[in-house]
């Protein structure tokens, strides 16, 4: 029966190159310059790493919370540039090297980077034709949220800001009418805030640029739901710029007595404190007043109405008319001015005679018509409290006494406080001026160490950086590249040796210490010795390591079957 002998084709193809591997594997492990190679390698590598970190620049932020298409934008422009850049711990700031900041903000601004987020009146630009009124409105209501939005992120504390309108409705009906409101949401920078004044600012910039839209009809929140734009209502109906106005004037006048008295005392020995009491209130008052007749100048006459009467025999007064035919025979020219004494008529001769004279004189009255418009924000009253230091004068063994002021100096810097306060007893001013000792404050900063200068710390920073990066070479030489190079590296030949072949030892004489050799010492040395001197290494090889020698010898055999 006859057997034919299969063989597995693919054992047949990858036993030789499992063969080969194994080869070269053997023959890297055995040569010494490999792990020379490979540590040198990573020493290099590992030094070049530390001077990378070394070098390193500096970053810095470029841009603080960017909105996401203006990040991606940024980003992709500085990837053309090849320009490295990082992100904040918060993901918030994009960082750049320090040294290309300044440049790189001016190059980016030129291409419009980064886009402002809010849509303006541009947006009107781009509307279709035959657009209905109502989408028309929305777009210009959104046009307009926009423009108040890019104004209020102009201003330094605010990074960025919504604003929400609705827009007056008008209607023939008063009841029917609603005003227009407004709602403006802050996202502030960090550590940043607004002041009343600001918050009073962005009100009224609002509520001037929608129609129908007062003031008191815009809320302002920022980002931590914090109302702002009830917050001026802090002492009763004053707001921040009456508030900011009397801390003006308090402050005006505080300067006004330091600086009269600065040069007498010195700037550090005298305090001065305001209290000023200002009206806000808005008055006009009229006034009518009416002054008697009095005095030497009679009053003018305003209209007059005389009637008089006669009855009597005598007929009445015939001929020219004139003073002399107008008076009547036997009576006096002016009989109104008679003297009281002067005789009465007679019943009868008044039957005969009788006379009536009536006389209605109006006379103009004085009248004096004043309006006063009282000016609002005027000073009501001022209460201001000055302390003076105690005077330093020079004393026994060159120190300074400190001594109190006399009457007369602290009367003479009462009046000259008096004068620059502008004193009013009327409008009720106080003033007191105290003399009193001040406990000195050490207030100037000792000056810093030489090892405390930034500088020196910024180069000490830079110095220790490569110093790293030395020490760690060589740390890295001593611990794994001078232990390889002692193994590895070929030994020093001896001076003198000798090999004695078939010579029995003599047990009298002292062994010399023979140096144990390798086989790799062997391969290296097989080069520059003799056949000889090899015939006597390779026997005492074999004397030391019969095994070595026979598995080299196993190998030839199995090498040439």
Same mark, same amino acid.
């Given at each position: ?20 591997? @194994? ?10 310059? $490999? ?110 949220? @926009? ?15 919504? #604003? ?7 209607? $023939? ?11 403006? #949401? ?57 508030? @900011? ?52 100048? %009679? ?28 008076? %009547? ?57 000055? #302390? ?70 910024? !180069?000490?920073?830079?110095? @220790?950086?490569?110093? !790293? ?24 030949? %001896? =001076? ?21 050799? =390798? ?43």
């Amino acid at each position: 029966m006859n057997q034919t002998a299969t063989t597995d084709p693919s054992r047949q193809s990858t036993t030789p190159q499992a063969t080969g591997v @194994g080869r070269l594997m053997a023959r890297a492990r055995n040569n010494p310059l $490999v792990p020379l190679l490979m540590a040198g390698a990573a020493v290099v590598a590992i030094i070049i790493a530390l001077l990378l970190w070394a070098s390193s620049p500096e970053y810095r932020v470029l841009f603080n919370n960017l909105s996401e298409a203006d990040g991606g934008r940024i980003i992709s422009e500085l990837d053309k540039r090849a320009i490295p850049y990082r992100f904040s711990e918060g993901g918030h700031s994009l960082l750049v090297p320090g040294d290309q900041v300044h440049s790189l903000r001016l190059q980016l601004a030129e291409q419009g980077l980064p886009q402002s987020s809010n849509s303006g009146f541009s947006l009107l630009d781009e509307q279709a034709f035959g657009i209905s009124q109502f989408a028309e409105q929305i777009n210009f209501q959104r046009a307009l949220e @926009g423009e108040l939005a890019s104004s209020i992120e102009s201003l330094g504390p605010v990074a960025r800001a919504r #604003v929400h309108l609705a827009m007056a409705k008008s209607s $023939v009906f008063i009841r029917d009418q609603e005003p227009a409101k407004a709602s403006v #949401v802050l996202n502030l920078h960090p550590g940043r805030f607004l002041d009343e004044g600001q918050i009073s600012a962005i009100v009224h910039m609002v509520s001037g640029s929608v129609p129908e839209l007062a003031a008191a009809d815009v809320t302002l929140v920022d980002q931590r739901g914090k109302l702002l734009s009830r917050s001026s209502k802090t002492m009763g109906d004053l707001d921040g710029t009456q508030l @900011g106005y009397i801390e003006e004037v308090e402050r005006s006048y505080q300067q006004r007595i330091e600086n009269i008295l600065a040069p007498i005392m010195g700037a550090q020995n005298v305090r001065a404190q305001v209290a000023a009491e200002i009206d806000f209130s808005r008055r006009e008052e009229t006034s009518e007043r009416f002054s008697p007749n009095q005095g030497a100048n %009679p009053a003018a006459v305003r209209s007059a109405q005389h009637s008089a009467n006669y009855q009597g025999m005598d007929e009445l007064a015939r001929g020219i008319p004139g003073a002399l035919s107008n008076v %009547p025979p036997g009576s006096s020219p002016s009989p109104i001015e008679q003297p009281a004494d002067a005789a009465q008529p007679s019943a009868a001769d008044a039957a005969y005679d009788q006379r009536q004279s009536n006389k209605v004189i109006n006379y103009e009255v004085d009248r004096n018509i004043s309006h006063i418009k009282y000016r609002r924000g005027h000073i009501k009253r001022l209460s201001v409290a000055v #302390v003076v230091n105690y005077r330093a004068l020079p004393g026994e063994g060159g120190e300074y006494i400190q001594t109190p002021l006399s009457d007369t100096e602290l009367d003479h810097i009462t009046r000259l406080a008096r004068q620059a306060m502008g004193f009013s007893e009327v409008r009720g001013d106080q003033l007191e001026v105290v003399n009193s000792l001040f406990i000195e404050q050490e207030t100037e900063l000792a000056p810093l160490e030489w090892w405390e200068s930034p500088s020196l710390q910024w !180069l000490t920073l830079t110095f @220790g950086r490569y110093l !790293l990066v030395g020490l760690a070479a060589l740390l890295l030489y001593l611990l794994l590249l001078r232990p390889l190079l002692r193994r590895y590296a070929p030994p020093q030949e %001896p =001076t003198g040796i000798q090999v004695t072949v078939g010579d029995e030892p003599n047990d009298e004489a002292e062994p010399e210490p023979v140096p144990e050799i =390798t086989y790799e010492q062997v391969l290296q040395k097989r080069k520059t010795q003799t056949h000889e001197q090899q015939l006597a290494l390779l026997r005492k090889l074999a004397q030391d390591d019969p095994r070595l020698v026979a598995m080299i010898i196993r190998s030839w055999i199995n090498k040439y079957e």
